[in-house]
Protein backbone atom coordinates (compact mmCIF):
# COMPACT_ATOMS: atom_id res chain seq x y z
CA UNK A 1 0.00 0.00 0.00
CA UNK A 2 1.49 3.47 -1.38
CA UNK A 3 0.53 6.75 0.68
CA UNK A 4 -1.86 7.36 -2.41
CA UNK A 5 -4.56 4.98 -1.49
CA UNK A 6 -3.83 6.03 2.34
CA UNK A 7 -4.81 9.24 1.60
CA UNK A 8 -7.82 8.25 -1.46
CA UNK A 9 -9.22 5.69 1.15
CA UNK A 10 -8.87 6.87 4.64
CA UNK A 11 -12.16 7.99 6.04
CA UNK A 12 -12.08 10.70 8.60
CA UNK A 13 -15.12 12.05 10.63
CA UNK A 14 -15.31 15.35 12.01
CA UNK A 15 -17.94 17.12 13.39
CA UNK A 16 -19.95 18.50 16.66
CA UNK A 17 -20.42 16.60 19.28
CA UNK A 18 -23.66 14.17 19.36
CA UNK A 19 -23.31 14.59 15.56
CA UNK A 20 -22.95 10.96 14.81
CA UNK A 21 -19.62 10.28 14.07
CA UNK A 22 -18.60 7.50 16.19
CA UNK A 23 -22.04 5.03 15.34
CA UNK A 24 -21.05 6.45 11.92
CA UNK A 25 -17.54 5.47 12.14
CA UNK A 26 -18.60 1.68 13.25
CA UNK A 27 -21.04 1.26 10.28
CA UNK A 28 -18.18 2.38 7.80
CA UNK A 29 -15.56 -0.04 9.85
CA UNK A 30 -18.29 -2.91 9.03
CA UNK A 31 -19.01 -1.67 5.19
CA UNK A 32 -15.14 -1.62 4.39
CA UNK A 33 -13.41 -3.90 6.74
CA UNK A 34 -10.90 -1.24 7.33
CA UNK A 35 -9.47 -0.70 11.20
CA UNK A 36 -11.34 2.14 13.14
CA UNK A 37 -9.39 4.68 14.95
CA UNK A 38 -11.64 6.73 18.19
CA UNK A 39 -9.61 10.02 19.02
CA UNK A 40 -12.26 10.86 21.67
CA UNK A 41 -10.63 6.95 23.22
CA UNK A 42 -7.15 8.21 22.84
CA UNK A 43 -7.83 12.09 24.78
CA UNK A 44 -9.74 10.29 27.64
CA UNK A 45 -7.10 7.71 28.49
CA UNK A 46 -4.51 10.53 27.71
CA UNK A 47 -6.53 13.40 30.39
CA UNK A 48 -6.54 9.98 32.65
CA UNK A 49 -3.21 9.45 32.91
CA UNK A 50 -2.16 13.06 32.90
CA UNK A 51 -0.59 13.40 29.54
CA UNK A 52 -2.68 16.01 28.44
CA UNK A 53 -1.00 18.19 31.59
CA UNK A 54 2.29 18.21 29.24
CA UNK A 55 0.47 20.60 26.93
CA UNK A 56 -0.51 24.67 27.57
CA UNK A 57 -3.98 24.10 26.31
CA UNK A 58 -6.57 21.80 24.56
CA UNK A 59 -5.14 23.23 20.65
CA UNK A 60 -1.60 22.56 21.57
CA UNK A 61 -2.43 18.52 22.85
CA UNK A 62 -4.81 17.78 19.30
CA UNK A 63 -2.46 18.79 17.08
CA UNK A 64 0.16 16.96 18.89
CA UNK A 65 -2.30 13.86 19.02
CA UNK A 66 -3.36 14.31 15.26
CA UNK A 67 -0.19 14.61 14.26
CA UNK A 68 1.32 12.00 16.39
CA UNK A 69 -1.74 9.61 14.50
CA UNK A 70 -0.69 10.68 10.82
CA UNK A 71 2.78 9.98 11.09
CA UNK A 72 1.54 6.71 12.63
CA UNK A 73 -0.98 5.82 9.36
CA UNK A 74 1.75 7.34 7.09
CA UNK A 75 4.21 4.85 8.63
CA UNK A 76 2.36 2.00 8.50
CA UNK A 77 0.19 2.75 5.33
CA UNK A 78 -2.99 1.43 6.59
CA UNK A 79 -6.09 3.26 5.34
CA UNK A 80 -8.79 3.20 8.00
CA UNK A 81 -11.98 5.28 9.50
CA UNK A 82 -10.76 7.91 12.02
CA UNK A 83 -14.15 9.77 13.79
CA UNK A 84 -12.55 12.86 15.67
CA UNK A 85 -13.89 14.01 19.10
CA UNK A 86 -15.93 17.19 18.77
CA UNK A 87 -13.12 19.79 19.80
CA UNK A 88 -10.54 17.86 17.35
CA UNK A 89 -11.12 19.93 14.39
CA UNK A 90 -11.59 23.12 15.76
CA UNK A 91 -9.19 25.34 17.00
CA UNK A 92 -8.83 28.91 18.58
CA UNK A 93 -5.35 29.04 17.86
CA UNK A 94 -5.04 29.83 13.75
CA UNK A 95 -1.39 28.99 13.98
CA UNK A 96 -2.23 25.56 14.99
CA UNK A 97 -4.92 25.12 12.97
CA UNK A 98 -2.98 25.51 9.83
CA UNK A 99 -0.27 22.86 11.26
CA UNK A 100 -3.27 20.77 11.44
CA UNK A 101 -4.99 21.81 8.18
CA UNK A 102 -1.20 21.14 6.27
CA UNK A 103 -1.68 17.51 8.01
CA UNK A 104 -5.05 16.86 6.81
CA UNK A 105 -4.66 17.85 3.76
CA UNK A 106 -3.61 15.27 1.45
CA UNK A 107 -6.69 13.01 3.10
CA UNK A 108 -9.08 13.15 0.12
CA UNK A 109 -12.48 12.04 3.09
CA UNK A 110 -12.75 14.34 5.63
CA UNK A 111 -15.98 14.32 5.92
CA UNK A 112 -18.25 16.87 8.12
CA UNK A 113 -21.26 15.31 9.83
CA UNK A 114 -24.16 17.35 10.89
CA UNK A 115 -27.51 16.10 11.79
CA UNK A 116 -29.84 18.61 9.35
CA UNK A 117 -28.97 21.68 7.25
CA UNK A 118 -30.56 23.77 9.51
CA UNK A 119 -28.32 24.77 12.79
CA UNK A 120 -30.97 25.23 15.73
CA UNK A 121 -32.35 22.43 14.77
CA UNK A 122 -29.18 20.35 14.28
CA UNK A 123 -28.28 21.77 18.00
CA UNK A 124 -31.72 20.67 19.40
CA UNK A 125 -31.07 16.68 17.57
CA UNK A 126 -26.97 16.84 19.35
CA UNK A 127 -28.33 18.34 22.85
CA UNK A 128 -30.87 14.97 22.35
CA UNK A 129 -28.22 12.66 21.20
CA UNK A 130 -25.37 13.89 23.60
CA UNK A 131 -24.36 12.10 27.05
CA UNK A 132 -21.55 14.59 27.64
CA UNK A 133 -21.01 18.08 27.23
CA UNK A 134 -22.57 19.62 24.65
CA UNK A 135 -22.51 23.17 25.55
CA UNK A 136 -19.71 24.26 23.32
CA UNK A 137 -21.65 22.54 19.85
CA UNK A 138 -22.34 26.22 18.53
CA UNK A 139 -19.35 27.19 18.59
CA UNK A 140 -18.29 23.86 16.83
CA UNK A 141 -21.09 24.15 14.44
CA UNK A 142 -20.26 27.53 13.82
CA UNK A 143 -16.17 27.47 13.64
CA UNK A 144 -14.99 27.87 9.79
CA UNK A 145 -12.60 24.92 11.43
CA UNK A 146 -14.67 22.24 10.52
CA UNK A 147 -16.23 23.81 6.80
CA UNK A 148 -12.20 24.44 5.77
CA UNK A 149 -11.39 20.86 6.54
CA UNK A 150 -13.84 18.61 5.36
CA UNK A 151 -13.90 17.43 1.82
CA UNK A 152 -17.77 16.76 1.83
CA UNK A 153 -20.61 17.85 3.88
CA UNK A 154 -23.18 14.79 4.63
CA UNK A 155 -26.26 15.81 6.81
CA UNK A 156 -28.03 12.67 8.63
CA UNK A 157 -31.62 14.29 8.17
CA UNK A 158 -33.63 11.53 10.38
CA UNK A 159 -31.39 8.62 8.55
CA UNK A 160 -29.56 5.51 9.99
CA UNK A 161 -26.22 5.99 10.94
CA UNK A 162 -25.95 2.51 8.23
CA UNK A 163 -27.24 4.43 5.43
CA UNK A 164 -25.12 7.51 6.09
CA UNK A 165 -22.11 5.45 6.02
CA UNK A 166 -23.22 4.12 2.53
CA UNK A 167 -24.29 7.85 1.11
CA UNK A 168 -20.50 8.14 2.40
CA UNK A 169 -19.14 5.33 0.08
CA UNK A 170 -21.56 6.12 -2.88
CA UNK A 171 -19.85 9.47 -2.71
CA UNK A 172 -16.32 8.28 -2.34
CA UNK A 173 -16.66 5.77 -5.20
CA UNK A 174 -18.20 8.32 -7.28
CA UNK A 175 -15.51 10.93 -7.14
CA UNK A 176 -12.94 8.00 -7.49
CA UNK A 177 -14.63 6.97 -10.57
CA UNK A 178 -15.09 10.67 -12.46
CA UNK A 179 -11.24 10.76 -11.40
CA UNK A 180 -10.74 7.64 -12.92
CA UNK A 181 -12.50 8.60 -16.19
CA UNK A 182 -10.82 12.06 -16.62
CA UNK A 183 -7.42 10.35 -16.22
CA UNK A 184 -8.34 8.03 -19.80
Known amino acids: MNDIELYNKSILLIGPSGAGKSTVAEELRQITQMPRLCLDRIANQDRNTGFMNNFRNADEYNSYMIKS?????????IPGI???????????????????????????????LLPSVDINESLRIMAERSTGDYSTNKEFITSPCNRELATMTIYGNNRTPNEIAHQICKKIEAREKNKSEQIR
Open 69 to 77: ILAKAKKEK
Open 82 to 112: VDFGAGHSVYRNLEIFNEVKTELKPFKNIVL
